[in-house]
């Protein structure tokens, strides 16, 4: 049953993160080595602070070129109105958010600690598994 299905079931549990003070061209760098479209952004503790995505990406990177400016830090491009979810949350409820949200991934907190990361393609992975 899909409902039965929850984050912890389908999410990455091995995330590619940054931190805020990291370098928009090393950020970018990653995101091609690991075939990623964003990733979390944390603190030194490990604290969620913020998504950093292709799209927060190539606008400043693109003006910075055309500005003939350095490059920004990734806190500088990082959206920092992130939409969580738990473990706990439901593939169905998951799904649903994603079809009122811009997101491609939402991050999955566990008592305020990054566990995992759920994208829209790891929802279709799921629901495919049950078919």
Do not use: W
Not at 9 to 34: G, I, N, S
Not at 39 to 59: A, N
Not at 102 to 109: D, I, K, Q, S
């Amino acid at each position: 049953m899909p409902s039965a299905i929850k984050a912890a079931d389908c999410m990455v549990r091995e995330l590619v993160t940054v931190r805020p003070e990291t370098d928009a061209y090393d950020a970018v760098a990653l995101l091609l080595k690991h075939r990623i479209s964003g990733m979390p952004v944390v603190d030194e503790s490990g604290k969620l602070v913020g998504m950093l995505s292709e799209r927060d990406c190539l606008k400043t990177l693109l003006d910075a070129q055309y500005h003939n400016m350095p490059t920004a830090k990734v806190g500088d491009l990082m959206s920092t109105d992130v939409r969580t979810i738990g473990p706990e949350t439901g593939i169905v409820e998951i799904a649903d958010l994603f079809q009122h949200v811009p997101f491609r991934r939402l991050p999955v907190l566990d008592k305020g600690r990054l566990v995992g990361q759920v994208s829209r393609k790891d929802v279709l992975r799921a629901i495919q598994e049950i078919r």
